[in-house]
C-alpha cells in the first residue's frame, strides 16, 4: 500500500469517526473539520514531523472506528499527587467526571467550556481559538472540531489560589483502543496567582491516543505556573498543544516532564505580547525502551523590554528516541529582548538518538539572544571517581544522572510537586538506567 492511499484512509477514518461522535452543526467545528480534510495528520514528509512520524504510528495502531469505549475504571487513587492538596479535575477517556472531581477553592471559576461558549461568556467568546493555530495545523484542526469534553478556568482579577488546579486524565483502555480529544481554555486575570497541572495515566493494555489543545491567556502582571507530567506506563500515544498568550510584566514558568509513553508530541508556545515580561521554560525527558518524545516549544517576542529562558535536558537509553525543536523569534519591535536557550542531553546506548535544533530568528538589533545544544555520555572518568570512594559502578551512574536531571527539577517552587516529581525521577534512575 503507496503512503497516499494509506494517508487518504486515515484521514477519512479519522473525520468519520468525528462525525459520528460530533453533531457538525456549529459553524466552527464544521469550519474546523474542513480544515482538517485538506490537511490531515502530518506526513513524514512534514518538516515539522521529520523525525517523529505520527502518521505511520496512527496508522499501524489504531483503526478509528469505536465511537464510545466505556471505561471499566473508577478508583483513581493511585494516579493522585501525595501531600499535594489540589482542586481536582478528572477526565476518563475524554470525558469530565464529576464523582470523581473535586473543586476547593471558591476563588476560581470553572465551568464547561461548551456551557461557557453557549451562555456566551464574555471571557471566553473572546478567547477561544484565537491562539491554537487552527488553520495550519491538522491535528489542532481535528481536536477543534472533535473536542468532547473541555473546562473553562477564570482566575479572578487580584486572586491569588494557593491550591494547583490538576488535570487528571486517564484513558481506560481495558474494552478497546481509546481516542480523547480535549479542549480547555484558562484565562488568568490582572494581579492572579495561580497554577496548573497536568497529569497522565491509564488503565488496561489497549492502545489510547489523545489530542488536548490549552489556550491560556496571562494578563497583565499576572503568575502561572504550568506543570506537565507524563509518567504512564501504558500504551499511550499523545498530541497536545499548548499556547500561552503573556501581557505585560506577567510571569510564567512551564515545567515539561516526559518520563514513559510511546509516542508524546509536546508543543509549547509562548506569545510574549507585552513589556517587562519575564518566562522561564524547563523541560526533563528521561526515555528507555522505545518511547519517543518529540518537545516543539516557540517564544515569540512581539514588544520590547522582556526576559525569556528555556532549558530543556534528556537522558536517553535503548532504542529511545528524543526530538527537540526549539524557536525564538523576535520580532521587529521587540527591541531590549533577552532570550536564551538551551538543550542538553545524554546518550547512554548506542542505539537511542537525539535529534535536536534550537533555532533564533531575530529581526531586532538591539537585543541579547543566545542559543545552544550538547549531547554526549557520561564521563568515565568522574564514575572512576566515584567507585575509587566505595561506590558502586550502578550507584555511581545513577548519581550522576539525577545531577544533571536536578538541574530541571530544583527549578520548581512548589514543594510538594517537586518531592512527587523529584521521587519519580529517582525510582526512574534506580530501577531502569
Known amino acids: 500500500m503507496d503512503s497516499v492511499t494509506t494517508d487518504n484512509n486515515i484521514n477519512a477514518n479519522i473525520a468519520a469517526l468525528i462525525q459520528r461522535r460530533q453533531s457538525i452543526n456549529d459553524p466552527l467545528r464544521k469550519s474546523a473539520l474542513e480544515v482538517f480534510q485538506q490537511l490531515g ?7 515539522e514531523f521529520k523525525y517523529t512520524p505520527i502518521m505511520r504510528e496512527l496508522e499501524k495502531n489504531f483503526t478509528f472506528r469505536e465511537t464510545a469505549v466505556a471505561p471499566v475504571t473508577n478508583d483513581i487513587s493511585e494516579f493522585l499527587i501525595p501531600g499535594v492538596d489540589a482542586n481536582l479535575l478528572v477526565f476518563v477517556n475524554g470525558v469530565y467526571s464529576p464523582t470523581l472531581s473535586s473543586v476547593k477553592s471558591s476563588k476560581l471559576v470553572i465551568k464547561s467550556l461548551d456551557e461557557a461558549l453557549k451562555e456566551k461568556d464574555i471571557l471566553a467568546i473572546e478567547h477561544y481559538n484565537q491562539h491554537s493555530g487552527m488553520k495550519s495545523n491538522g491535528l489542532v484542526a481535528w481536536n477543534t472540531a472533535d473536542w468532547t469534553s473541555g473546562v473553562f478556568i477564570h482566575v479572578p482579577d487580584n486572586s491569588i489560589v494557593e491550591e494547583p488546579v490538576v ?9 478497546g483502543e481509546v481516542i480523547a480529544t480535549h479542549r480547555n481554555l484558562i484565562v488568568a ?9 497536568e ?3 491509564s488503565v488496561g493494555g489497549g492502545n489510547h491516543f489523545t489530542n488536548l489543545v490549552n489556550e491560556v491567556v496571562v494578563n497583565e502582571n499576572a503568575a502561572l ?8 506506563k501504558g500504551s499511550r500515544y499523545q498530541f497536545s498543544q499548548t499556547e500561552i498568550y503573556q501581557k505585560n510584566s506577567s510571569r510564567v514558568n512551564t515545567y515539561t516532564v516526559n518520563l514513559q509513553g510511546k509516542l508524546l508530541r509536546t508543543n509549547l508556545h509562548l506569545i510574549i505580547d507585552g513589556e517587562g515580561i519575564e518566562s522561564h521554560m524547563y523541560g526533563l525527558y528521561l526515555l528507555k525502551g522505545n518511547t519517543l518524545a518529540d518537545n516543539h516549544t516557540v517564544v515569540d517576542h512581539k514588544k520590547p523590554n522582556s526576559f525569556t529562558n528555556e532549558l530543556y535536558k534528556g537522558i536517553l537509553d535503548d532504542n529511545s528516541k528524543g526530538v527537540f525543536n526549539g524557536k525564538i523569534y523576535v520580532r521587529p519591535l521587540a ?6 536557550q538551551a538543550n542538553r542531553n545524554i546518550l547512554l546506548s548506542d542505539k537511542a538518538t537525539i535529534n535536536t ?9 538591539d537585543v541579547k539572544c543566545s542559543h545552544g545544544c550538547t549531547s554526549g555520555q557520561l564521563d568515565e572518568e568522574a564514575l572512576f571517581y566515584l567507585q575509587t570512594r566505595g561506590i558502586d559502578r550502578n550507584s555511581a551512574r545513577a548519581m550522576m544522572l539525577y545531577a544533571f536531571a536536578a538541574e530541571v527539577s530544583e527549578k520548581i517552587p512548589h514543594d510538594g510537586l517537586r518531592k512527587f516529581i523529584d521521587l519519580a525521577i529517582s525510582e526512574r534512575l534506580q530501577n531502569n538506567f
Open 199 to 201: 497529569k497522565f495515566n
Open 357 to 365: 535544533k534550537p533555532q533564533l530568528e531575530i529581526w531586532a538589533d
Open 189 to 197: 486575570g490582572r494581579n492572579s496567582n495561580a497554577t496548573i497541572v
Open 41 to 47: 495528520v502530518p506526513p513524514v514528509k512534514s518538516e
Open 225 to 232: 505556573e504550568y506543570y506537565v507530567i507524563q509518567n504512564d
Open 167 to 175: 488535570f487528571l486524565y486517564v484513558n481506560d483502555s481495558t474494552a
Open 335 to 340: 527591541q531590549k529582548t533577552n532570550a536564551f
